[in-house]
């Protein structure tokens, strides 16, 4: 089993940054492709940004430029930092690692855009 825990979230104004983290503990050896998710109010989870092992990322259209997705393999974490932060990226953020054939989530975190 892996457990997550993501931290970072927040209250901040438009334009501003934040800088999400997820740290995965317990059976974390195998761990792949870690990834970031966000659920808007009342829509459905949607993908944020994906990282692998060897560091190659991906980003959805609706963040690219603005977010960067990045992972320390030595300490099972990976970041999110958001920066340039519009309204509509309010939302709960999820992380999420693939290892072996499962797909282990966090919690979340909420993430609050003021205009």
């Known amino acids: 089993q892996v457990q997550l825990a993501e931290s970072g979230g927040g209250l901040v104004q438009a334009g501003g940054s934040l800088r999400l983290s997820c740290a995965a503990s317990?059976?974390?050896?195998?761990?792949?492709?870690m990834a970031w998710y966000r659920q808007p109010p009342g829509t459905q989870r949607e993908l944020v940004a994906t990282v692998t092992r060897d560091g190659i990322t991906n980003y959805a259209d609706s963040v690219k430029g603005r977010f960067t997705i990045s992972r320390d393999n030595g300490k099972s974490t990976v970041y999110l930092q958001m920066n340039s932060l519009k309204p509509e990226d309010t939302a709960v953020y999820y992380c999420n690692v693939f290892k072996r054939g499962v797909i282990y989530w966090g919690q979340g975190t909420q993430v609050t855009v003021s205009s």
């Open positions: 317990g059976s974390i050896t195998g761990i792949g492709t």
